[in-house]
């Protein structure tokens, strides 16, 4: 689906990505962000010199590359700035510098305007917000830093296909994107998990080509086969995100992916991990705690949101058993999730009655 950003649909984003997320459609929004730098706010998050001046001078460890014909390996930000700095025909390779975390960098967070429906609706940012110590988060919900990410391209680089596990929305700040995203079915499925460079596209069915210019904003939905190719030197700014209406369906995701680890050849399996445990965590707590979900839904809430809680709650029950969840489980998961939001949920229970 594609809609400029001025158009009556995309005006309301918060129900377009519902809508566009519950049909399993990905979004195109055209001129969706700034035409200048897309969701980037200064030079930091709008150019990749920018960008990977800011990394230098921070002293960030080595990035971890892709390159092009190559094993991928760690690569300095210095070498990879002084070899994007130079011509696309006289660099020493092509590189794809994927996901530079920005969730925990207070500077890059604060020159990032991310579509302002995430803030409310998002409900990884909730458990974000909802734990008072950093530390205890990474140490819990792994990789939280890694929802937002940052990835600067070299032109000419390409992705394989693959998909990742969950929502994402993406802008991109310099340069020029191309993705191609391919309809599910068991037919691309089996492609994609045997898929070579050497194989080309053809074997996929149903593609679509998708330019990603400045100032544009890409959702895709979960479990999308998809693979990236980069005309012009690029910087992109991606985030995940979990909205209630597709809160059950990303538990079953979630619980399959568990189930069959190779399924998913997705880029990052920290991701995955912490998406999990974050899974995990929230299920343990409604399960635990119905009286939790009013916490969630309040007047402003979508009857849609309120439909998706209601939704995920039965999806738990369903997948109850192969959780593995009993009693114990349960009485522990509560105590994780006490210690980790610093909250009593007995209290919280009391309060909403
Ligand atoms: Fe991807």
């Not at 898929?195 to 149903?206: I, K, N, V």
């Given at each position: 689906m594609e809609y400029y950003s001025d158009s009556p649909k995309a005006l309301d984003l918060h129900k377009l990505v519902v809508e566009s997320m519950m049909k399993q459609k990905p979004v195109l929004i055209r001129c969706g962000a700034r035409s200048q730098g897309g969701m980037g706010l200064n030079s930091t998050t709008q150019t990749i010199d920018g960008f990977l001046m800011y990394l230098e001078e921070q002293g960030f460890p080595d990035a971890y590359c892709q390159l092009q014909g190559q094993e991928p390996k760690p690569i300095s930000i210095k070498q990879l700035r002084e070899q994007f700095q130079k011509t696309s025909g006289s660099r020493d390779y092509i590189a794809n510098g994927l996901g530079f975390p920005f969730m925990n960098d207070q500077n890059l967070l604060a020159n990032i305007s991310l579509p302002g429906f995430l803030e409310k609706h998002d409900l990884l940012r909730r458990v974000a917000a909802m734990c008072s110590d950093f530390n205890k988060i990474r140490a819990g919900l792994k990789v939280a830093p890694e929802l937002g990410f940052i990835v600067v391209s070299m032109a000419g680089s390409t992705t394989i296909i693959h998909q990742d596990n969950w929502p994402t929305i993406l802008g991109n700040s310099q340069g020029l994107k191309a993705f191609f995203l391919m309809e599910k079915s068991d037919n691309n499925r089996e492609c994609r998990v045997s898929?070579?460079?050497?194989?080309?596209?053809?074997?996929?069915?149903?593609k679509a080509v998708v330019d990603l210019q400045v100032g544009d904003i890409l959702v895709m939905d979960e479990e999308r086969d998809h693979g990236v190719y980069t005309p012009e030197d690029s910087l992109l700014i991606g985030t995940h995100f979990v909205l209630a209406e597709m809160l059950a369906r990303v538990l079953r995701t979630s619980m399959f992916h568990k189930n069959n680890p190779d399924y998913a050849n997705d880029p990052s399996p920290r991701v995955r991990e912490y998406f999990q445990n974050f899974i995990e965590v929230l299920n343990f707590s409604y399960i635990a705690n119905y009286k939790l979900t009013k916490t969630y839904i309040n007047q402003d809430s979508r009857p849609s949101e309120a439909w998706g809680f209601w939704d995920y709650l039965e999806a738990c029950y369903d997948l109850r058993k192969e959780w593995g969840m009993t009693v114990k489980k349960i009485k522990e998961a509560k105590a994780h999730l006490e210690s980790l939001f610093g909250l009593d949920l007995a209290e919280l229970s009391q309060s909403n009655r």
């Open positions: 898929w070579e460079s050497s194989h080309g596209l053809e074997m996929f069915q149903g």
